[in-house]
C-alpha cells in the first residue's frame, strides 16, 4: 500500500470526507473555470468540515510526507490553489459567517465569500458600513486576505489585510493555535500574525477561521457610487479612446475614487473593441458628479449597476465556462507619462491587429486586459501604521511584505521551521 493510500485509509477511518479519481465528486472538485488547469489530478480531493478535521489531514500529510495544496474557491489565476500532486486540501464546507455590530466584527470559516460575507451587511440592513474586501462576490476570503487584498475601498481604507483582527491557524506539526493583532510583541504568535497579513496563501499554514474589522462608510446616507462606463464606438478604438483612457490613468484621484478598467476586443461580437471603466466611489451621488466633471469635464452617465458587474464576473467563474486565462501582473505609478502612453499604444495596437482578426476569425475569443485600481495608492493612514509596525517589528530576515516584496529584518528562518518533504511551515 503506498503512503497516499495509507493516508486516505486513515482519514476515513476519521470520517473525514475524501474524494478520488473517477468519483462524480473528485471530478466537480477539481473542475476549474480555467482550462489552462483542466489537466491538473490531484490523487485526492480532502473535504474537511472543521479545525480539527484540517488538522488530522495535515498530521498525515507531514507523516505520510505527502503535498499538500490548500484550495479555498480556487478563483488564483496562476493557479495557486491548484493541485498537480498530492492532495487537495478543498476548505469550501467551512463557510459559515456571523457578524457582531456591537464589536464592528465579523467572524468568518476559511471559505466564506465576499458575496456571502457581504449579505451579512445586507440581511442586517447596515447601510453605513462596509467590509474592506473584493469586488467579485466569488472570491474566498482567507486567499484575499492573505495575499494582501486589493479591493474597490482599499485607497479608502487600506489593503483587505488591514482590517485582520485574528486568525485560527493549523500549522504544519498540526497544531490549531490563534493569533491576533494584540499578541505579545516579540512572540511567534506576533510574528506568524503579521506573516498572515498579506505574505501569501498558505505559506504558513492553513487558516480555518478569522475576524476582520467592520470599516464605516463616509456618506451620512450610507450610499456609495457603483457603475460603469462603457465605450465602444463604431469606428472602434480610436485616438479619442486612448486620449481618455490615459486621462483616467495619469488622474490624481482623491481616495474616495477606485477605478478598475477593461480593453477588450471580442470577436465574438460585430463591435470593434472598446473600454469598460468599473467606478467605485465612498461617497455621494453629487460629490461623485462634481469629482468627474472637474478632472475629466465628463458628464457621461454610468452604464451599468455593481449588480451587472458581480453577475458576469459570476458567469465567468462557473466551470462550464471555457475560457483560457493567461495572467501577468505589473504595476508601474500613474505620475509616469510615457510608461502609461507606452503601454495604452501597444494594447491598442494588439486589439486592432489584423492578423489577431484573422488567425481567430469566427472562433469564441475575447481579448481582454485589466487596469486594477487607476489613479492612486493605498490608503495612507494604513500604509504609515505598517510602516511603523514594520520599524517596530521583531519579524526577522527573509520575510515579505504585504505585497510579496522581501523585506530585511534578521533571522527568518529561527522562525520557520522547514517541513518535510511537501509540508506546510510551521511556527517554532
Request: aromatic share 8%.
Amino acid at each position: 500500500m503506498s503512503r497516499m493510500e495509507e493516508a486516505i485509509q486513515a482519514l476515513e477511518k476519521q470520517q473525514i470526507t475524501v474524494f478520488k479519481p473517477a468519483s462524480p465528486e473528485y471530478r466537480h472538485a477539481i473542475a476549474s473555470s480555467n482550462l489552462l488547469r483542466r489537466f491538473s489530478r490531484p490523487a485526492c480531493v480532502v473535504r474537511p468540515k472543521s479545525a480539527t478535521e484540517v488538522q488530522a489531514v495535515i498530521s498525515q500529510a507531514r507523516e505520510k510526507k505527502l503535498k499538500v495544496t490548500v484550495k479555498c474557491n480556487g478563483h488564483s489565476y496562476a493557479g495557486h490553489s491548484t493541485a498537480v500532486e498530492g492532495i487537495s486540501l478543498d476548505l469550501r464546507d467551512m463557510n459559515n459567517a456571523s457578524l457582531d455590530m456591537d464589536s464592528m466584527i465579523i467572524t468568518m470559516d476559511a471559505v466564506s465569500r465576499w458575496g456571502m460575507v457581504y449579505e451579512t451587511l445586507v440581511i442586517g440592513k447596515h447601510d453605513r458600513f462596509i467590509i474592506n474586501g473584493g469586488g467579485c462576490p466569488t472570491v474566498g476570503v482567507s486567499g484575499f486576505i492573505l495575499g494582501g487584498g486589493l479591493g474597490p475601498f482599499t485607497r479608502s481604507f487600506g489593503m483587505g489585510c488591514d482590517t485582520l483582527v485574528e486568525a485560527k491557524v493549523v500549522t504544519a506539526d498540526g497544531r490549531l493555535i490563534t493569533v491576533r493583532e494584540t499578541s505579545k510583541k516579540g512572540s511567534p504568535e506576533e510574528r506568524l500574525f503579521w506573516a498572515l497579513q498579506g505574505a501569501g496563501a498558505a505559506s504558513f499554514g492553513v487558516v480555518v477561521r478569522m475576524k476582520l474589522r467592520v470599516r464605516k462608510l463616509s456618506s451620512l446616507n450610507g450610499f456609495v457610487v457603483a457603475g460603469r462606463y462603457q465605450w465602444f464606438r463604431t469606428d472602434g478604438i480610436t485616438d479619442d479612446v486612448v486620449k481618455v483612457m490615459n486621462a483616467f490613468y495619469l488622474t490624481n484621484w482623491p481616495d474616495k475614487m477606485t477605478i478598475d478598467s477593461i480593453c477588450t476586443c471580442d470577436l465574438r461580437q460585430s463591435n470593434k473593441g472598446g473600454v469598460k471603466f468599473n467606478i467605485s466611489f465612498n461617497g455621494s451621488k453629487s460629490e461623485y458628479d462634481r469629482t468627474i466633471e472637474k478632472l475629466l469635464q465628463s458628464t457621461r452617465c454610468l452604464y451599468e449597476t455593481l449588480a451587472s458587474q458581480w453577475l458576469e464576473e459570476m458567469e465567468r467563474a462557473y466551470p462550464q465556462n471555457k475560457t483560457y486565462e493567461l495572467y501577468s501582473s505589473f504595476v508601474f505609478g500613474n505620475d509616469d507619462k510615457g510608461t502609461i502612453e507606452k503601454v495604452t499604444d501597444t494594447i491598442t495596437r494588439l486589439m486592432l491587429m489584423a492578423s489577431f482578426h484573422k488567425e481567430f476569425d469566427g472562433e469564441q475569443v475575447n481579448f481582454l486586459v485589466t487596469w486594477i485600481h487607476s489613479g492612486g495608492k493605498s490608503n495612507e493612514e494604513e500604509t504609515d501604521r505598517f510602516r511603523l509596525l514594520l520599524a517596530e517589528s521583531s519579524v526577522p530576515r527573509l520575510c515579505y511584505d504585504r505585497v510579496g516584496r522581501q523585506v530585511d529584518g534578521g533571522g527568518y528562518k529561527a522562525f520557520l521551521g522547514q517541513g518535510e518533504e511537501g509540508a506546510l511551515a510551521a511556527i517554532v
